[in-house]
């Protein structure tokens, strides 16, 4: 005869009916079933309070961890990213740490975006070793702004948008974000003069070959970099190709695009409005891992260097020969006219003797081209446009020996100062 297996629910379902039936005392049925008289009351007592499903073994997880994230901060972290999806745990983090109190770990607050489906899935992307170099000169404020053009854009009612972007790059403060109505000279030197009034100058700014930063005129110069060397800022343009040469302002282009193009606004002055709230929300809220996670604003300090009222000319020492290119982008030399470059039209140039032969064509205090007094010729320093980076890993866009004609001995070339 085999043996009658029964569960614990049924032996407590009987034990509480024979109690209520009255056919044994509390304590006789304890004994019979082999349990404490405390133990039998609890099953009567949760008999009585649910019925028999209170028979039953309860969940002993405890109710609540003693390390649990109370309801009301985690609701505070839910709350800050749904109003910045893009921000990830360590920019909530330091954020809501502004307050004073101390909040959980990145990991933990990653967790709880998680499991609250706040999750925006990206891409997967081919990583690759860190472009710093170029970035190795932004040891200060002002000392290099990085400018572009971000890629154009329609609007839902069809406008192209051109928005021009100035930011500092050692703080990654955004001074400008403007949508252009066309990316001419005029234009984009109007934005840069009401920056420069705002902030002061800059000693270097960064840029690609495009216009308006550069053209095809020697040594790359165009009317707005004309109008920098003027004021003593370093025009330097990256290697064509080599966007990771402006990484910084590249990265800054891919938020803006995620927080203010996806989708594009209604028409160009909602547009201009997002633009606005973004530069403000990227400056003075959102925090950045490479500043300690502070915000731009609270590194970025104006540049001491002020916007002149007047706009002075060029200075050149007494050893130089001192021209003014004429209207058709010539210097008159002995009576004869030289072609330098139509963009310098108006302005003053200074020729440094190389040897009886060769001079060195400056503008400023920069040296731009290389003049052939016997041929009447003007040509580029070599490699006048690329960005060369030193041992230390700074750029450095310092013109090599000036080239000389073939079959002719290569000149003796002075010492040159850094463009």
Known sequence: MPWKASSVVEERTRFVIEYEQGLHTMAELCRIYGVSRQTGHA??????????????????????HPNQTPATREAAVLQLRQA???????????VLERDGRRWPAASTIGAMVARAGLVIPQRLRRRVQPYTQPFAAATAPNRVWCADFKGWFRTQDGERIDPLTLSDAHSRYLLRCQAVDKTDTARTQAIFEAAFREYGLPEAIRSDNGAPFASRAIASLSRLSVGWMKLGIVPERI??????????????????????????????????????????????????EALGMQTPASVYVPSPRRYPDRVPEPDYPSDMQVRRVQHRGEFSWKHQDVFLSETLIGERIGLEPVDERYWCVYFAEFPIACFDSRELMTFALP?????????????????????????????KVSSMSPV
């Open 43 to 64: 099953w009567w007592k949760r008999y009585c309070e649910v019925g028999l499903d209170g028979l039953r073994d309860l969940d002993r997880a405890p109710r609540r």
């Open 84 to 94: 910045h999806m893009r921000w990830g745990p360590r920019k909530l983090k330091a």
């Open 239 to 288: 290697r064509a190709g080599h966007p990771e040469q402006n990484g910084r302002h590249e990265r800054m282009h891919r938020t803006l695009k995620q927080e203010t193009v996806s989708p594009p606004a209604a028409d160009r002055r909602a547009q201009q409005r997002a633009f606005d709230r973004f530069r403000r929300e990227f400056n003075e809220q959102r925090p950045h």
């Open 383 to 411: 490699e006048q446009n690329d960005f060369e980076m030193d041992e230390a890993g700074e750029g450095d866009a310092s013109p090599s020996p000036a080239p000389h004609p073939p079959n002719e001995p290569e000149p």
